[in-house]
């Protein structure tokens, strides 16, 4: 029998991880990804267990511990440095089954685009959905080469998705959540430093790890909507972030302007009606994007390529995939749901403006860390401790 066909859209982790995990369960896969190279936009990403035991599906998820760098303590901390809650990276492993591991999103896209034949991904491929496609024709997707049928189409097409404007014309989309954040990778400082995130008033920092010895950085802080800095970022950090404690002044000081990233943060503030409509299925920022403070979108992403995988793979009717999608849609939805609003929980915590408020948070957490130790470790339950589905005997 002919290999049922999938066509991706977005080459991002999700994309990469849906074509990885489709055609391990016998789909024949395209991805076309608009931009003309696989070098993902974007910096560091936080794996944590649950997307450690998505990869494991595939035979990635060794690979990906191997590369956690973070040993030891670690925490939450306020601008002058002093520690509101505190971990260690054993204690993550132990809790919830692995460490946490920060990794370059290049060498994650690298490892997922390895296990693809080389002509799965066509770069500089511009695809429009044109049908969704339904139970009794295929999907049509537009190309600058012309149209292509498939028996699935997947957008992952991020947080600006077209394909999910198509899917819910009605649906408002991400919504601006008030904050805007930096990134950067830069070469470790000379002084050692504990992994840490630190909240201030308004403003958030992270410093961690990379395994190949340079060190992730970010920045979030409230500010309008599309507004930039007057001169550099780098500058805007140093007014912002200048006097915090180390190893901050040391990573601004290494870093290039034109190597730090800057986007306005928006989320989902409404769920979607469904992850699919027809032939077609959304997964990632396409479906639910989210606020970056529980580390969760690129891990989201991995669960619904993983997830919709298997749902495809266990269909009593391959050449019909939407009941599998059907199922694909009432699995992911409320799980993702949820964590976009713990997230958008988090964020408004952690950006609370004005300093009495700040002060209030910053000795509510430091007195229940001392009362219930593993407090950040918390924010992590019903979410790291995730498992994969497993196909059933009987399917």
């Known amino acids: 029998m002919e290999e049922p066909r999938a066509v991706v859209i977005g080459a991002g982790i999700g994309g990469l991880t849906a074509a ?30 649950n997307a450690q035991r998505a990869l494991d599906v595939i035979g990635l998820g060794d690979d990906v511990r191997a590369l956690a760098a973070w ?18 990276s054993a204690a993550a492993a132990r809790r919830f089954g692995g460490p946490l591991v920060l990794l370059h999103r290049a060498t994650l896209a690298e490892l997922l685009a390895a296990q693809l034949p080389d002509d799965a991904v066509r770069t500089g491929a511009a695809a429009t ?12 997707v537009t190309t600058p080469d012309g149209d292509v049928e498939a028996d699935l189409v997947v957008g992952a097409d991020g947080i600006n998705s077209a394909v999910r404007r198509t899917l819910f014309p009605a649906h408002p989309g991400p919504v601006y959540t008030g904050f805007t954040t930096w990134r950067m990778v830069v070469p470790a400082p000379s002084r050692p430093f504990a992994p840490h995130e630190t909240w201030g008033n308004a403003r958030l920092w992270g410093t961690h790890p990379l395994k190949d010895g340079r060190i992730y950085a970010y920045a979030s802080a409230a500010a309008p909507a599309g507004s930039r800095a007057p ?9 912002r972030f200048g006097d915090w404690h180390h190893p901050v002044p040391a990573v601004l000081a290494a870093v290039e302007p034109a190597a730090i990233l800057r986007h306005d943060v928006r989320h989902m503030a409404r769920t979607l009606p469904a992850y699919h409509h027809g032939r077609t299925a959304l997964l990632g920022d396409a479906a639910h994007a989210m606020p970056p403070n529980l580390g969760q979108g690129g891990n989201q992403a991995i669960e619904d390529a993983i997830v919709l995988a298997h749902h495809l793979a266990a269909a009593a009717a391959p050449a019909d995939p939407t009941p599998a999608l059907a199922a694909y849609t009432r699995e992911r939805l409320p799980r ?5 609003r713990r997230s958008a929980r988090t964020a408004r915590m952690a950006l609370l403006a004005g300093t009495p408020a700040a002060v209030l948070r910053d000795g509510a957490l430091a007195a229940v860390s001392r009362l219930a130790p593993g407090l950040l470790l918390r924010s992590w339950e019903g979410i790291a401790d995730w498992q994969p589905p497993h196909r059933t005997y009987a399917a």
Do not use: F
Not at 71 to 88: A, E, I, K, Q, V
Not at 130 to 139: E, Y
Not at 336 to 340: C, E, K, L, N, P
């Open 231 to 239: 001169d550099d970022e780098k500058a805007e950090l140093l007014r």
């Open 20 to 49: 990885v995990a489709l055609r391990r369960t016998g789909w024949r896969v395209t991805v076309l990804e608009r931009a003309a190279s696989l070098e993902p936009v974007g910096a560091g990403i936080s794996l944590a267990p």
């Open 71 to 88: 040993r030891g303590d670690g925490g939450l901390r306020t601008p002058s440095g002093r520690w509101l809650s505190r971990t260690d």
């Open 129 to 140: 959905l044109a049908d969704p496609g339904a139970a009794t024709r295929p999907a049509t």
């Open 336 to 340: 993702t749901a949820d964590i976009v």
